[in-house]
């Protein structure tokens, strides 16, 4: 019980210190607390392929709209980890459907900050499940001061830059991709 409480307090204090700082950059570029998840994905380097995954999929005007959303966003090294076919594969116009499903397991329908996150793991005994828009339920958990999620196939995914600041909600950048239960990459 102290460990989490301790836990807890040293994230809300490098919260509020991260707070008092400027948004972070994503790939080196700068995110506009003023912009929209979908028009500030676009300007970083490092989401191209899931900036053409959601184009592909139809969900580019979900993510302008107004939200809140939290989304946790693969990098493209994350997509890197799947196969080149099967992620041309998914990227067919045929597999819209799953593609959806698997975007839709980065985004919960409300704006949840990693202090939010982490009182929630806290309160929940060291484990919080996320419910997400495509119906994935995510295992939030901390390790050390890492955030992770791990997705119904056992797979972990680690926030890298939390806090990304949007207009319609918050990101934070993730190194793997989500997958709904049963399906592997």
Known sequence: M?????????????ATFAAA???????GAPMMADRTIAENAS?????????????????????????????FAPTDAAFGMISEASLTQLMDEKNVAQLRQILGCHVVAAEAFSTDIAGMIADDGGMHVVPTV???ELQAYM????LKLKDE???????????????????????????????AG
Do not use: Y
Not at 43 to 61: Q, Y
């Open 134 to 136: 495509g119906g994935c």
């Open 43 to 71: 300007a970083a380097p490092n989401l191209t392929t899931l900036v053409a995954a959601v184009k592909a999929a139809g969900m580019a005007e979900t993510l302008t709209g107004d939200g809140p959303f939290t989304v």
């Open 143 to 146: 390790e050390g001061d890492a």
């Open 2 to 14: 102290f460990k989490t409480t301790a836990l807890a307090a040293a994230l809300a204090t490098t």
């Open 153 to 183: 196939n056992g797979r972990v995914a680690t926030v890298t830059t939390a806090d990304v600041d949007q207009s319609n909600g918050v990101v934070h950048v993730i190194d793997r991709v989500i997958l709904p239960s049963g399906q």
């Open 21 to 27: 700082q400027d948004n972070p950059t994503v790939g």
